[in-house]
């Protein structure tokens, strides 16, 4: 458990994923037998810089989401709650189940559909928070990006070509000081032109005097968010137990 700030982890699932096309939230699809969401509960469960976890899930399917929670035996799930119908009104659902902390107690808001955040990431984003009130992981764009304009025939034309070198595609969790993220909701809430589409930008756009330092990410990070996604993120969770199979024998080898 962590010796400073609390540091409470905030599982998001309140989108009933229809891209998927399935019956149910994507996030109880199976990935290696489990479903999706147990897979990123667990990484904040074993966590030791994790002290409480929290749930938020489509409102019809709370009461399956707090049986695999009961059937795994995660004992830091302290609540799983209906989510809203927006992402953003699910963090804030999030933030307002974190009443009883301390604007210093830390917060990790994290897609209960990336199953696949390392126990790296989840430190990183911790640690980075003892010099920051704002984190998001990231990585860097592999493809180029272009800016789009309508063409005067119709369809579309590139408008842009932004610097790639300074362009990051946002992962999660994203960190914040309690304090910080709740300011910045207040503000978010009370707008009618509220949108956000993560909780980095909603703390860019109404604290814009804040620092949202930027947390290296990991390729397998992946969201599961259309068809065929969940054998990729098959294919990258064998792979990774793979390599964490070579390392173990390594790592017990060395002396000290």
């Known amino acids: 458990m962590s010796a400073g700030p609390r540091v409470i982890a905030a599982v998001l699932a309140g989108g009933v994923g229809a891209r998927m096309g399935a ?87 994290h897609d209960a559909a990336r199953p696949l955040v390392r126990q790296a990431t989840v430190a990183a984003c911790v640690r980075a928070l003892a010099g920051a009130g704002a984190v998001g992981v990231a990585v860097p764009s592999a493809d180029t990006v272009v800016r789009v304009a309508p063409g005067r025939s119709g369809g579309e034309v590139i408008a842009a070509t932004p610097d790639r070198s300074r362009l990051r595609r ?33 703390v860019l756009r109404y604290l814009p005097e804040e ?25 990258l969770l064998r792979r990774m137990r793979a390599h964490a199979a070579v390392e173990a024998p390594s790592e017990a080898g060395r002396t000290v």
């Open 170 to 202: 946002m992962q999660t969790p994203q960190g914040f000081r309690l304090g910080v993220v709740r300011r910045a909701y207040e503000l978010a809430m009370a707008d009618p032109e509220l949108v956000a589409t993560d909780d980095c930008g909603v």
């Open 211 to 235: 620092e949202v330092r930027i947390v290296p990410g990991e390729e397998t990070n992946i969201k599961v968010t259309n068809p065929g996604d969940v054998e990729v993120a098959e294919t």
């Open 23 to 109: 019956p149910a939230p994507k996030q109880l699809l199976p990935l290696d037998g489990r479903p999706i969401i147990e897979h990123s509960i667990a990484a904040f469960e074993a966590s030791p810089e994790v002290d409480e976890v929290v749930v938020l899930m489509v409102g019809e399917y709370v009461g399956r989401v707090e049986e695999i929670v009961a059937d795994a035996g995660f004992a830091k799930v302290s609540a799983v709650l209906p989510g809203g119908a927006t992402r953003t009104e699910t963090s804030y659902a999030a933030l307002s189940a974190t009443a009883s902390a301390a604007d210093s107690d830390l917060v990790l808001l």
